[in-house]
């Protein structure tokens, strides 16, 4: 757990307003300028080449496109995305799978039975119980 751990307080027109004004500039900082940048180089590219032009929304595309790419591949440690065929079970390991559910509901069945011929317990009065151990005690 951390000690010094930062709680941020919105409060009133002024907080809200700050909150809006802070989304807004993140938006506009890792969205927006990246896509038209991307926009951009694109059409540059598209003058020299015989490739249509892209327009805002289609540039924001290829930014998401070359944001997602760059966090795949620059992942290190794990892969995100894996492309193999998954283990098959051995025979052995297939039996005790097999024997595990046969137990599992096995033992829900007999689970129900004893729900089903459980009787509810009543309670008893506390006022009943106590006239009885008066009668006893005279």
Known sequence: MKRRTRIIQISGLRG???MLFIASCLAAGFI?????VAMHL?????SFAAIPAI???QG?????????SGFIINDRKKFLVAFNAPDRLSD?????VL???????????INSMILKSAKPVEKQDKSEDTSENKKENV
């Open 55 to 57: 327009n805002i929304w």
């Open 16 to 18: 809200i307003l700050m």
């Open 32 to 36: 927006a300028f990246p896509a038209i």
């Open 60 to 68: 924001l595309m290829l930014w998401a496109i070359v944001a997602i």
């Open 42 to 46: 694109w059409n540059w590219a598209a």
């Open 92 to 96: 052995d390991d297939m039996k005790k």
């Open 99 to 109: 024997e595990r559910v046969k137990l599992h509901s096995q033992a829900q069945a």
